[in-house]
Structures are given as structure tokens and as C-alpha cells.
């Protein structure tokens, strides 16, 4: 695979000289106008939605003053924990611009990589936090209207969800954009891309902070309530008795909706650029509309998930997953139209990569599929560790664990036929361009399947929300002491609503996996771009048949690093599981406290104090979140400084099979050690990401089926058992499981945005 990237390298050319490509016609460039104008749509249509959710019923006092309490503990804790964010933010842009600064074939990219850093940080953070705005409402618009219609309920909980949807990847459009524009990506498109960088780097790091704070804050409060309130007072699930369920349900908000919604912004920006960069690769084939695609197949996301949105309705007797599903085929099926006509105008008919997208949107419906069968009530799995939970905890245990390691396994076949089939799909619809390698082609063609992917994402967002407003819905009539009948209704739509949670986390896994692979590629070959730079600075001329793609196992550092990336997601699932129960413990202490310290509260008498459980559960929850994200950040800049430093000293060689005479102009034993790291983390985080999500969503989910009157109901023995295994699960289905998939992002962007580091 020596010639694997040699069509690629006029790209990188371009970095040298800013001049290089030839410009493009006002044809062309009309379809940045079209993504601009889909942006625009998308928030336009996210108004509409927020305007129908906020001008429904609002319920009665008491539903209101609960609702009240938890917007303003949501909202509080994203304040603190944004401010954290945003002073991380600020000192690792000043960083970046240094070290692109100092280094000479970047330094006049660095304004540009710190900008467009800061604003996908931004975008990212708006993303998170407005979706949160909507769903911090909708959770009492959704309980008021579960008191008449479980049709009614269901349309304004999604129509919530949608709102996040629609701005995230509005606001990944628009901001990517702007970018291109901005920084002339009219003039010269096959330059800009790679400025772009930056934009998935910022996205990627508030992601992580969103995601593992969040998910610490929500599965502290949770297991906390749980355990004291379900098991040892044996009282219900958000009982206004328990002084934790206000910052469980805050929990739903900041850790399901802002989080998720981080995530997904983080997505949809760094696999566009991917996509993008992969596109330059090819603009002597298709020009600039080659790199525009991806924007394009946001547009048609925007499109179809807003009628797919529109067209979600239910009959009370109907079961809520099925409305969600018809709306989520409607969307593919649209999207698949939408894909045929970018093919078309954009990609000159080459029905190859048509069958690549059809892949992408293929392997989506296989994710959810598959995630559906592991974590629903009606299937094998979940009802396995229902049964388990009559022997006891233990057994639940151990049921649901060998549940969870089943999981990665159809998984990991759907994601190797993908990559498989895109990449050959990619080889077949290029076979006539020249000049080309065959290597460039594939892998375009993985990239056509990763947009295919994402053209639902909008849609897959909605469900994502849909969860924790139901949630909060079921909450609030809870403690508003609604009749029986208003909390079955928000528990069937409870019910699919962990199932939807754990559908768009698989989905996230799965284009997660397909991202990293582009990425992946991209960061070989801007070592290779900076290993030519250095030999022709020094005077040499470096072999035209040479590449850095193959990275050897048998060479100490790559197998050290390679080691380190698997060791790295263990560790960090590690640390966030034990941040959520250090931060439960303190939870724990405090309600028994309440218990002890106010007999009222149990006699129903007295209020417990809300306010002192969500101040609690913030702080440790800001406090545990740097840790871990600061490891995910760092540790890929210090195994390849380290080994690009400590290499002579302690004999390491390169599996690099560059001549002699460059030995003393680059060492890349760090570039390789980077390489291994970024990519067996990444194998090693998939896997562990789909055990803890899955796995989690079953143990969740048996505890629902129990609570629908098997095997004893609410109360029972084996309800107490099947309790002690969603408490176990909680961290790792919200917590490490999917901030693992935003793991696997960041490393991969900044790596590819630091490698002049490495060399």
C-alpha cells in the first residue's frame, strides 16, 4: 500500500501553496448557497416546533412548581459547568495557536485553526444547551397532556426532541458553512478543508466535558434516589418523598438532552469534515461539488426529518415505539430519495457511490435494529435478565453482564460488511478516474457511507430527547400525585423512551466507528505531508513511492502505543463509573440525613429540602468531570512527544522504511506510536461503548418489564433485584458508555489537529 496515498497528496500541495486548484464556477458554488439556506431552514423549523410545544397546556400548579424546580436546577448546573468549559476552552486555544505558531508549514493556518476551533466549541455548546432550553419545558407540556391523550402526549415529547435535533445540525451546517467561505473555500476548495480541522477539534472537546459531566450529574442523582428511596425506603420512583428525585430529574436534562445534544453537534461536524478533506481528494474528478456532498446530505437530513417529525402520530392503544419507528422510516426513505438526487447533480451519476450512501443508510437500520432487539422489553435479552432477577441480584448480575458482552458482536459484523462494502463501492464508482489511487477511491467510498448515515441524524436526535422528556413527564405526575392511569401512559412512553436513548447511542457507536476510519486516514497523511516538508527543507527529495501507511506491530512503540489506546478506554470508563459513585455516595449521605434529620418527610408532613441534593450532586459532578476529559486530551500529545523524544535514548526504532539518510531529519517513532494509539483505542473503545450501552439499556429495561406486573411487580423481590441491576447499568449507559463514542471522536481530531507535534 505504498501508492495508497499519492492521489491524495496534490491536496496536502495545497497547504504549501494556498494557490493551488483552480477555482469554481458560480454553478457550483450555488449548492453552499442551498446548505446555507438548509441551515437557516433548520432553525427556522425548530422555532415552529418550540412555539407548539410551549403554547400547549402547562397543567396544574403543582406539576408547574415541580416543573419550575427542575428548570431551575438544569439550568444552574449548565451555567457552572459551560463556565468550566469555557475557561478549558480558551487556555487550549492559546495552546493550539502556539504550537501551529511555531511550526513553519502551519504557522500561517494558526488564526485559522484557533477560529475555527472556538466557534465549533461555541456551536457545540449552543447546541447542548438549547436543545436543553426546549426539553426543560416540554417534560411538563408532555406530563399535562398525558392526563387526556397518549397521542397528544407522544407528538408534543417528540416535537421537543426535534427542536435539538434541528439545531444541531442546523448549526453544524451553518457554522462549516461560514467557515468554508470565510476562509475562501470559493477560490481555493482544496485548501480549506483541512483549515476546517479545528471545527470537529472544538466540537469534540465541549462534547466530552457535555457528555461525561452530565452523564456523572444525572447517574449520581439517579442511583442515589434509587437506592435509598426504592430499596431502602421502599418507597416509589419519584416519590416527592425523596429529596434526590428534583436532581434525578435535573439529571434527564443536563446529561440526556444537553450532553446528547453536544455529541451529535460533535458528530455531524467532525465526520463533515472528514468527509470533506476526502472529497479534496477527488476534486480533479468532481471539482468542488465533490466536497460540498456532505453539506448537501445535511440539507436532505433537514428536510426529511422535518416531515418525518411531522408525520409521527399514535392511537392510545398503539405501543409509542411504533409511531417513533414509522416516522424514523419515513425519514430513510426520504433520505435515500434525497441521496439519489445528490448523486445525481453532484456526482455525475456514479451509481457506485449511490450504493455506498445505501449502505450508510442501511447499516443505520441495521444499528438500530440490533440495539432495539438487546434493550426491548419484547425480546430475549431483556426478558433473560428479567428472569434472572427472581434468584436474586446476583443472578441479574451475571445475566445481564453476559447480555452486554453478547452485544458487540452483530455490531462489529454490520460496521466490517460496511466499511467492506463502502470501500469497494468507492473503487467501483472511480474505477475510470485517473490518476487516483485506488486506496483514495475506498475510501471515499466509507466517507459516502458515513453521510449516509447521518442523513437521519436530525431525526435519530429527536428520538434521543424524546427519552428524557417522557421521563421527566412521568416525574412530575408522579409527584403531582396524578391518577393511576396518566402514569401508565407516560410509562409506556418512559418505556420507549429508554429504548430510543439506547437506539441513538448504538446509532452514534456505529458512525463513530466509521469516522474514526476517515480520520484515521487523514492523520497518516498529514504525517506524511509534514515528512516531505522536513525533507525538502533539509534538501533532499523524498521517494515519490513512499507513504506512511504502513504501521508496523512488531515496532516497540507502535505496539506500546497501541497497548496504551486500549488501556486508555478502560481507564477512563473507570474513572467516569467511579466519579458517578463517589458523587452518589454524597447523595446517598445527604437523603438519609433528610430521612433522619425531618421525620416529616416520610409521614408526607413536611417537604424535603430539593435544593440541597442538586447543589451537592452539581459540585461533585463539575469536580469529577476534569479528570478523566483532561486524559483524554493529553495522553495522545504525551505518547508522541515521549517517543518522538525518548526514542534514541532508548534505541526504539521505526517501522518506517524511509532511507538511511533522512534518519537524522525525522523520527517518526512518535507519529507511530500516535497512529496505534488512536486506532486500536479506538477498536478497544467501540467494543466496550456497545457492552456498557446495550448492556445497561437491558438491565434498565427489565426493571420496566418487572414493573408492568411480572414476575411479581412493583415491591416484589424480584423488583428489588432487578433495581440493584439498573443501578449497576446507569453508569454505564449514561455515563461511560457514551462519552467512550465521544472518546473515540476526540482522539481522533486531536490528533489529526496536533500531528505536527509528533514528528
Same mark, same amino acid.
Given at each position: 500500500m505504498h501508492a495508497s496515498f499519492l492521489g491524495m497528496g496534490a491536496v496536502f500541495a495545497t497547504l504549501a501553496d494556498p494557490l493551488a486548484g483552480s477555482t469554481t464556477s458560480g454553478t457550483d458554488t450555488l449548492y453552499l448557497w442551498i446548505a446555507f439556506a438548509a441551515g437557516i431552514l433548520a432553525l427556522g423549523a425548530a422555532a415552529l416546533f418550540a412555539r407548539s410545544v410551549l403554547s400547549a397546556d402547562q397543567g396544574t400548579p403543582e406539576m408547574q412548581e415541580i416543573a419550575s424546580a427542575i428548570r431551575e436546577g438544569a439550568q444552574a448546573f449548565m451555567a457552572r459547568q459551560y463556565r468550566t468549559i469555557a475557561i478549558m476552552a480558551v487556555v487550549l486555544a492559546a495552546v493550539l495557536y502556539a504550537g501551529y505558531a511555531v511550526y513553519p508549514p502551519t504557522s500561517d493556518r494558526a488564526i485559522k485553526v484557533v477560529v475555527s476551533f472556538l466557534l465549533g466549541a461555541a456551536c457545540s455548546g449552543i447546541s447542548g444547551y438549547a436543545g436543553m432550553f426546549v426539553s426543560i419545558r416540554a417534560n411538563l407540556r408532555t406530563a399535562a397532556a398525558a392526563r387526556t391523550s397518549l397521542a397528544g402526549a407522544l407528538k408534543l415529547a417528540l416535537r421537543g426532541g426535534a427542536v435539538t435535533g434541528l439545531i444541531v445540525v442546523g448549526l453544524a451546517l451553518l457554522g462549516i458553512s461560514l467557515l468554508f467561505l470565510l476562509f475562501g473555500g470559493i477560490d481555493h476548495p482544496q485548501a480549506v478543508p483541512y483549515q476546517l480541522v479545528g471545527f470537529g477539534f472544538g466540537a469534540s472537546l465541549v462534547a466530552l466535558f457535555a457528555q461525561l459531566g452530565g452523564g456523572i450529574y444525572t447517574k449520581a442523582a439517579d442511583v442515589g434516589a434509587d437506592l435509598v428511596g426504592k430499596v431502602e425506603a421502599g418507597i416509589p420512583e419519584d416519590d416527592p418523598r425523596n429529596p434526590a428525585v428534583i436532581a434525578d430529574l435535573v439529571g434527564d436534562n443536563v446529561g440526556d438532552c444537553a450532553g446528547r445534544g453536544a455529541d451529535l453537534f460533535e458528530s455531524s461536524a467532525a465526520e463533515s469534515v472528514g468527509a470533506m478533506i476526502l472529497g479534496a481528494a477527488l476534486f480533479p474528478v468532481f471539482g468542488i461539488k465533490g466536497i460540498l456532498f456532505p453539506l448537501i446530505v445535511h440539507a436532505i437530513n433537514i428536510v426529511a426529518s422535518i416531515i418525518g417529525v411531522s408525520s409521527v402520530h399514535s392511537k392510545e392503544t398503539d405501543n409509542p415505539m411504533h409511531a417513533l419507528n414509522r416516522g424514523f422510516y419515513l425519514t430513510s426513505f426520504l433520505a435515500l430519495v434525497g441521496f439519489a438526487a445528490g448523486v445525481h447533480f453532484l456526482l455525475q451519476d456514479r451509481w457506485w457511490l449511490l450504493a455506498a450512501g445505501v449502505v450508510g443508510i442501511i447499516t443505520s437500520f441495521l444499528f438500530v435494529s440490533i440495539t432495539e432487539y438487546y434493550t426491548e422489553t419484547r425480546y430475549r435479552p431483556v426478558q433473560s435478565i428479567a428472569r434472572a432477577c427472581t434468584t436474586g441480584p446476583a443472578t441479574n448480575i451475571i445475566t445481564g453482564l453476559a447480555v452486554g458482552m453478547e452485544t458487540p458482536a452483530l455490531p462489529v459484523l454490520v460496521i466490517s460488511g460496511a466499511l467492506l462494502l463502502s470501500y469497494y463501492f468507492g473503487v467501483k464508482g472511480l474505477e475510470d478516474a485517473t490518476g487516483i489511487a485506488d486506496y483514495a477511491k475506498g475510501i471515499y467510498g466509507t466517507a459516502i457511507a458515513t453521510m449516509g448515515m447521518l442523513s437521519s441524524a436530525a431525526y435519530i436526535l429527536a428520538?434521543?430527547?424524546?427519552?428524557?422528556?417522557?421521563?421527566?413527564?412521568?416525574?412530575?405526575?408522579?409527584?403531582?400525585?396524578?391518577?393511576?392511569?396518566?402514569?401508565?401512559?407516560?410509562?409506556?412512553?418512559?418505556?420507549?423512551?429508554?429504548?430510543?436513548?439506547?437506539?441513538?447511542?448504538?446509532?452514534?457507536?456505529?458512525?463513530?466507528?466509521?469516522?474514526?476510519?476517515?480520520?484515521?486516514?487523514?492523520?497518516?497523511?498529514?504525517?506524511?505531508?509534514?515528512?516531505?516538508?522536513?525533507?525538502?527543507?533539509?534538501?533532499?527529495?523524498?521517494?515519490?513511492?513512499?507513504?506512511?501507511?504502513?504501521?508496523?506491530?512488531?515496532?516497540?512503540?507502535?505496539?506500546?502505543?497501541?497497548?496504551?489506546?486500549?488501556?486508555?478506554?478502560?481507564?477512563?470508563?473507570?474513572?467516569?463509573?467511579?466519579?458517578?459513585?463517589?458523587? $452518589?455516595?454524597? #447523595?446517598?449521605?445527604? %437523603?438519609?440525613?433528610? *430521612? /433522619?434529620?425531618?421525620? &416529616?418527610?416520610?409521614?408526607?408532613?413536611?417537604?424535603?429540602?430539593?435544593?440541597?441534593?442538586?447543589?451537592?450532586?452539581?459540585?461533585?459532578?463539575?469536580?469529577?468531570?476534569?479528570?478523566?476529559?483532561?486524559?483524554?486530551?493529553?495522553?495522545?500529545?504525551?505518547?508522541?512527544?515521549?517517543?518522538?523524544?525518548?526514542?534514541?535514548?532508548?534505541?526504539?526504532?521505526?517501522?518506517?522504511?524511509?532511507?538511511?539518510?533522512?534518519?537524522?531529519?525525522?523520527?517518526?517513532?512518535?507519529?507511530?506510536?500516535?497512529?496505534?494509539?488512536?486506532?486500536?483505542?479506538?477498536?478497544?473503545?467501540?467494543?466496550?461503548?456497545?457492552?456498557?450501552?446495550?448492556?445497561?439499556?437491558?438491565?434498565?429495561?427489565?426493571?420496566?418489564?418487572?414493573?408492568?406486573?411480572?414476575?411479581?411487580?412493583?415491591?416484589?423481590?424480584?423488583?428489588? $433485584?432487578?433495581? #440493584?441491576?439498573?443501578? %449497576?447499568?446507569?453508569? *454505564? /449507559?449514561?455515563?461511560? &458508555?457514551?462519552?467512550?463514542?465521544?472518546?473515540?471522536?476526540?482522539l481522533a481530531t486531536v490528533t489529526l489537529v496536533l500531528a505536527p507535534l509528533f514528528v
Open positions: 428520538m434521543d430527547t424524546f427519552g428524557p422528556i417522557t421521563d421527566n413527564a412521568g416525574g412530575i405526575v408522579e409527584m403531582s400525585n396524578q391518577p393511576h392511569e396518566v402514569r401508565d401512559r407516560t410509562d409506556r412512553m418512559d418505556a420507549a423512551g429508554n429504548t430510543t436513548k439506547a437506539l441513538t447511542k448504538g446509532y452514534a457507536i456505529g458512525s463513530a466507528a466509521l469516522a474514526a476510519f476517515l480520520l484515521f486516514s487523514a492523520y497518516l497523511e498529514t504525517i506524511h505531508e509534514i515528512v516531505k516538508h522536513r525533507v525538502e527543507a533539509a534538501g533532499f527529495v523524498l521517494p515519490l513511492d513512499w507513504s506512511f501507511s504502513n504501521v508496523n506491530l512488531a515496532s516497540i512503540p507502535v505496539f506500546v502505543g497501541g497497548l496504551l489506546g486500549a488501556m486508555l478506554t478502560y481507564l477512563f470508563s473507570s474513572m467516569a463509573i467511579s466519579a458517578v459513585g463517589r458523587a $452518589a455516595e454524597k #447523595v446517598i449521605e445527604d %437523603v438519609r440525613a433528610q *430521612f /433522619k434529620e425531618n421525620p &416529616g418527610i416520610m409521614n408526607g408532613t413536611s417537604k424535603p429540602d430539593y435544593g440541597r441534593c442538586v447543589h451537592i450532586v452539581t459540585g461533585a459532578a463539575l469536580k469529577e468531570m476534569v479528570m478523566p476529559g483532561a486524559l483524554a486530551v493529553l495522553m495522545p500529545v504525551v505518547i508522541g512527544v515521549l517517543f518522538r523524544h525518548l526514542s534514541t535514548k532508548f534505541h526504539l526504532k521505526s517501522s518506517t522504511d524511509l532511507p538511511a539518510a533522512f534518519g537524522n531529519i525525522v523520527n517518526l517513532s512518535g507519529a507511530e506510536a500516535v497512529a496505534a494509539f488512536l486506532m486500536v483505542g479506538t477498536i478497544s473503545g467501540i467494543l466496550l461503548a456497545m457492552l456498557m450501552n446495550n448492556g445497561g439499556g437491558a438491565w434498565d429495561n427489565a426493571k420496566k418489564f418487572i414493573e408492568t406486573g411480572h414476575y411479581g411487580g412493583k415491591g416484589s423481590d424480584a423488583h428489588k $433485584a432487578a433495581v #440493584v441491576g439498573d443501578t %449497576v447499568g446507569d453508569p *454505564f /449507559k449514561d455515563t461511560a &458508555g457514551p462519552s467512550l463514542h465521544v472518546l473515540i471522536k476526540l
